[in-house]
């Protein structure tokens, strides 16, 4: 089993905020300016009220990058899609804790690939839902939007849940990496992550920005500021 290692640079650029019709010079940009992980969102129209991209999406992006692809599953029957998408190139595949399927097979799943599993909580779910499952997990991804849509604001009544999972995962001595995903910007990186997060799933925020190089330096500055 590979263990999957907190990158130095911690962001996870959101393809959904990239510019799809560029999306190979866009792929390269965040590599260029540092970013290691490329985070993709899944979305199957049930789950959450939009669609977005399937398997094949992903494995045109692997065909192209050897970026660590972070894959957000945004669907109400996850285990259908386990294989397909670890066969399409997935290095981490991450799950909700409030799909239809059994979280807990569902992660083994995932596992039994020799890639990365997580479990994703909405703003409605609270850390101690999902804590008996962190053992199996290499990340836990907590959503500050509700899931579905690039480009909204980051709601601040999630935040409280980061130090609760930072506690939890020290207090089970095992690296689990807690990602945060929506309306993170270089505006409000600092205070998430001095709140706990580890990595910064980054879609408008990055791929939208002026100057992405900047925005990267930036989180970096604030990463190191906390100790990461
Ligand atoms: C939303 C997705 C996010 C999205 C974040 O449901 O899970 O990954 O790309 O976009 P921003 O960073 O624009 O909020
Ligand atoms: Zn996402």
Request: proline share 6%.
């Given at each position: 089993?590979?263990?999957?290692?907190?990158?130095?640079?911690?962001?996870?650029a959101?393809?959904?905020?990239a510019?799809?019709?560029?999306?190979?010079?866009?792929?390269?940009?965040?590599?260029?300016?540092?970013?290691?992980?490329i985070?993709?969102?899944?979305?199957?129209?049930?789950?959450?009220?939009?669609?977005?991209f399937?398997?094949?999406?992903?494995?045109?992006?692997?065909?192209?990058?050897?970026?660590?692809?972070?894959?957000?599953?945004?669907?109400?029957?996850?285990?259908?899609?386990?294989?397909?998408?670890?066969?399409?190139?997935?290095?981490?595949?991450?799950?909700?804790?409030?799909?239809?399927?059994d979280?807990?097979k569902?992660?083994?799943?995932?596992?039994?690939?020799?890639?990365?599993?997580?479990?994703?909580?909405?703003?409605?779910?609270?850390?101690?839902?999902?804590?008996?499952?962190?053992?199996?997990?290499?990340?836990?991804?907590?959503?500050?939007?509700?899931?579905?849509?690039?480009?909204?604001?980051?709601?601040?009544?999630?935040?409280?849940?980061?130090?609760?999972?930072?506690?939890?995962?020290?207090?089970?001595?095992?690296?689990?990496?807690?990602?945060?995903?929506?309306?993170?910007?270089?505006?409000?990186?600092?205070?998430?992550?001095?709140?706990?997060?580890?990595?910064?799933?980054?879609?408008?925020?990055?791929?939208?920005?002026?100057?992405?190089?900047?925005?990267?330096?930036?989180?970096?500055?604030?990463?190191?500021?906390?100790?990461?």
């Open positions: 089993m590979n263990e999957i290692k907190q990158p130095d640079m911690p962001v996870s959101s393809v959904l905020g510019d799809l019709m560029r999306l190979g010079e866009e792929i390269e940009m965040a590599k260029r300016v540092g970013v290691q992980w985070h993709c969102d899944h979305m199957d129209g049930h789950f959450v009220p939009n669609i977005s399937g398997p094949s999406f992903l494995a045109a992006i692997r065909k192209k990058t050897d970026l660590f692809l972070d894959v957000h599953l945004m669907l109400e029957h996850p285990m259908d899609f386990i294989d397909i998408y670890a066969k399409a190139g997935a290095d981490l595949i991450c799950v909700h804790a409030e799909a239809k399927d979280p807990e569902v992660i083994k799943a995932i596992k039994a690939h020799g890639i990365g599993a997580g479990i994703a909580i909405k703003p409605a779910t609270s850390p101690e839902a999902i804590e008996h499952l962190l053992p199996l997990c290499d990340m836990v991804l907590v959503m500050l939007v509700e899931p579905g849509f690039g480009g909204q604001g980051l709601r601040q009544d999630c935040m409280d849940k980061l130090p609760v999972l930072r506690q939890m995962i020290e207090k089970l001595g095992k690296p689990v990496i807690v990602e945060v995903d929506g309306g993170v910007k270089t505006g409000n990186a600092g205070e998430v992550l001095e709140a706990g997060a580890q990595m910064l799933v980054m879609g408008t925020g990055f791929f939208g920005a002026e100057d992405p190089q900047s925005v990267a330096d930036a989180v970096c500055r604030e990463a190191r500021a906390c100790g990461l």
